[in-house]
Structure formats: C-alpha cells, structure tokens
C-alpha cells in the first residue's frame, strides 16, 4: 500500500486528503501547509478548517485513511494458525508498511504525552488480539497489556530505526533479532506454563467467556489475574 491510495473520489474531503498525501508522501510533514494543500486539491482554507479543524487534525485523517486503505488488504489469520507465528507475520507486515510509506509511518508514531494518535489505535487493535490468542493458548509468559506495550514499542522502535537509514544500508535483520528477543520474553514454546503467572495469564484471556460472574466480579476478578500475570518488579 502506498501513500497516494488515500481517500480517491471527487468531494472536497477525498481531494483534501489526497494532496495532503502526495504533499507529505513528496516532501514530508514540512511540506504539508493548509496553502498548498488548498492549491493542490482546489480548495481555500476555510473548507479545509471546516472538514478538519486545523492543521493536526487534517494530519491525523490522512494518518488513520492511509493505515485504513492498508488494512483492508489484509485477511484474518486461517483458523489454525500458530498465534506466535501470526504474532511474527503481523511484526513483519508493519516493517513492511512503515518502510513502503516513511512519511505516513512517521506521523503515526509521532509522540504524544499521554495520548496515542488516532491513527495508531487501529493498529494497536490488531496487535491485542494477537496477543490475546497467545493468551488464550497458554502460551504467554506476561501480562496481556505488558506484552502489547513491549511489542509495540520494540517494533515500531525497529521501524523508526530503519527508515533513518540510506535506503542502501538498511540491515534488516535487525528487525529479525529484535522480533525474536521481544517474542523470547513475552511467550513460551510449550503451552500452559506451570505456576501461578502462566495460568493467571490463560484465565485472564478467557475471563470474557465466563458467564457465571457478573461484570462487577469479573472485573474484581481481572484485577486480582492482572497482579498475578504481572507482579511488581
């Protein structure tokens, strides 16, 4: 996927957006001004104030657009299918994404204190529910939320990394050995670890499923498996 299969149509939405695109994807977030993207898409800036508030927000829709457009490529994983290998699958296709759009990626990772950009969220999404289904087999080491945060950072950390290098001189395995350390200290080969962490962690996925609780209990429940599945350190 790339960058310039952002939001196409004829609105003044959809040609707001696909400027914006091209202006970031050519030039980067400096590029992107309300004026040029007025002149590109053949609109004047209050239109562009209207659809989208201001300058971040037009960013952010051209952030969650073009990561939307990517993921509706993808298929879910066949029934069957190792969770810790989907777990690498997914790893591999969001180097492959943030590589393929440098500019985009960039804007979606870009830090925010306490918040994380809209345009992540879906993206954050998928990768719970990977996790979950390494959980749910028994084969997580640590905490769900733990292993999600260790994931996320270390992946897009690795991508980040890449993309500042020459397109030449990109070592890309350093996104394997990073990929297999982060996936050493967050799941097991074995289903089922013995003790308390492995078997927290197992109910804790399927907590969900239990109907004999009510939300109150299951809720007293989670946090009980949470200080279980990751105590403090």
Same mark, same amino acid.
């Given at each position: 996927?790339?960058? +310039?299969?952002? @939001?196409?149509? *004829?609105?003044?939405? /959809?040609?707001? %957006? $696909?400027?914006? =695109?091209?202006? &970031?994807?050519?030039?980067?977030?400096?590029?992107?001004?309300?004026?040029?993207?007025?002149?590109?898409?053949?609109?004047?800036?209050?239109?562009?104030?209207?659809?989208?508030?201001?300058?971040?927000?037009?960013?952010?829709?051209?952030?969650?657009?073009?990561?939307?457009?990517?993921?509706?490529?993808?298929?879910?994983?066949?029934?069957?299918?190792?969770?810790?290998? +989907?777990?690498? @699958?997914?790893? *591999?296709?969001?180097? /492959?994404?943030? %590589? $393929?759009?440098? =500019?985009?990626? &960039?804007?979606?990772?870009?830090?925010?204190?306490?918040?994380?950009?809209?345009?992540?969220?879906?993206?954050?999404?998928?990768?719970?529910?990977?996790?979950?289904?390494?959980?749910?087999?028994?084969?997580?080491?640590?905490?769900?939320?733990?292993?999600?945060?260790?994931?996320?950072?270390?992946?897009?950390?690795?991508?980040?990394?890449?993309?500042?290098?020459?397109?030449?001189?990109?070592?890309?395995?350093?996104?394997?050995?990073?990929?297999?350390?982060?996936?050493? =200290?967050?799941?097991?080969?074995?289903?089922?670890?013995?003790?308390?962490?492995?078997?927290?962690?197992?109910?804790?996925?399927?907590?969900?499923?239990?109907?004999?609780?009510?939300?109150?209990?299951?809720?007293?429940?989670?946090?009980?498996?949470?200080?279980?599945?990751?105590?403090?350190?």
């Amino acid at each position: 996927m790339q960058v +310039d299969d952002v @939001a196409a149509g *004829d609105g003044p939405r /959809e040609r707001i %957006l $696909a400027a914006t =695109a091209e202006l &970031l994807a050519a030039g980067g977030r400096e590029a992107v001004s309300t004026r040029a993207v007025g002149a590109a898409a053949g609109v004047q800036a209050p239109t562009i104030y209207r659809l989208f508030g201001d300058k971040q927000g037009l960013l952010d829709a051209v952030a969650a657009e073009g990561f939307a457009a990517y993921l509706s490529g993808k298929s879910a994983p066949e029934p069957g299918t190792d969770p810790v290998d +989907d777990l690498r @699958a997914g790893w *591999d296709e969001h180097l /492959e994404f943030g %590589l $393929a759009n440098p =500019a985009l990626y &960039l804007l979606m990772c870009e830090p925010r204190p306490g918040a994380v950009p809209p345009a992540a969220v879906a993206g954050i999404e998928i990768l719970t529910a990977r996790v979950r289904r390494i959980a749910e087999a028994g084969r997580l080491r640590v905490g769900e939320d733990r292993a999600v945060r260790l994931v996320h950072a270390a992946g897009s950390g690795t991508t980040i990394a890449l993309i500042a290098m020459p397109e030449g001189e990109r070592d890309l395995e350093l996104s394997v050995l990073a990929r297999e350390a982060v996936i050493a =200290a967050i799941t097991t080969d074995a289903p089922a670890e013995s003790g308390p962490v492995g078997a927290a962690v197992a109910l804790r996925a399927a907590l969900p499923q239990v109907a004999a609780l009510s939300e109150g209990e299951r809720g007293l429940m989670r946090e009980w498996l949470d200080r279980i599945a990751d105590p403090p350190r």
